[in-house]
């Protein structure tokens, strides 16, 4: 069964540094998102991506992030300036008719 | 936006007993799954289940979207499917709104 791929699987963090999260998506599938669950809440939509824009932010998905896909595999989150509040799980996910399917997951520490 | 509440929120269940998760949705959807969410934190698709009812194995989904009400069954249940389960819909625009969870202890 086609999988969504994340790295790393857990990464940690000072505060105020640039981390990237990566994803590498379903082939065939068109849309692209990122979700976040902060310890012990419930999974929170942060943006979707299509035809190599942003077709949907929440709130969440202030300036301190931004979405992009560098090549025709990768997909990626990027944090400019991480906070102590931005410590969570961060899932990749990509759409199609049937449904979505969604990675492992990156989990965040920020310290 | 739409609502989508879970119940019960926690439950605890014996191997080999049987559970019915509910999942109440605010308005009409185009798209429904289940995902259960294993100790290390990863989402594992369940169901696509918009409307009808769909098994795999010990597990069953039904979704009544007249009705505005998913249930998911597990049957004969396993330590290995304690975790927390979620309900997501999505109404329209693409993207994913899920409950709050029920989270599931299956004690040996």
């Known amino acids: 069964e086609p999988e969504v791929t994340q790295t790393p699987s857990h990464q940690v963090t000072q505060m105020g540094q640039e981390v990237i999260l990566r994803c590498v998506p379903i082939?065939?599938?068109?849309?692209f998102y990122w979700y976040r669950q902060i310890l012990g809440q419930k999974v929170e939509f942060l943006v979707s991506?299509?035809?190599?824009?942003?077709?949907?932010k929440s709130e969440i998905f202030d300036d301190q992030f931004s979405v992009e896909r560098p090549d025709g595999s990768n997909f990626t989150l990027k944090i400019r300036s991480t906070k102590l509040e931005d410590s969570a799980m961060y899932f990749c996910?990509?759409?199609?008719?049937?449904?979505?399917?969604f990675g492992s997951g990156t989990r965040l520490t920020v310290v | 936006g739409i609502q989508v509440e879970q119940s019960p929120p926690d439950l605890i269940l014996q191997e080999g007993a049987n559970s019915t998760l509910r999942c109440n949705f605010s308005?009409?959807?185009?798209?429904l799954q289940w995902f259960h969410q294993n100790p290390w934190g990863q989402l594992i698709n369940l169901f696509y289940?918009?409307?009808g009812t769909k098994q795999n194995g010990r597990l069953s989904a039904t979704t009544v979207a007249t009705e505005r009400y998913s249930l998911l069954y597990i049957s004969s249940s396993q330590t290995t499917d304690s975790g927390v389960y979620f309900c997501?819909?999505?109404?329209?625009?693409?993207?994913?709104?899920f409950g709050a969870g029920t989270i599931l202890r299956v004690k040996s």
């Open positions: 996910a990509s759409g199609a008719a049937y449904g979505y399917t």
């Open positions: 991506f299509y035809n190599n824009e942003i077709s949907e």
């Open positions: 997501a819909v999505e109404r329209g625009s693409d993207k994913l709104v």
């Open positions: 308005d009409s959807v185009n798209n």
């Open positions: 289940i918009p409307s």
């Open positions: 082939s065939n599938h068109l849309y």
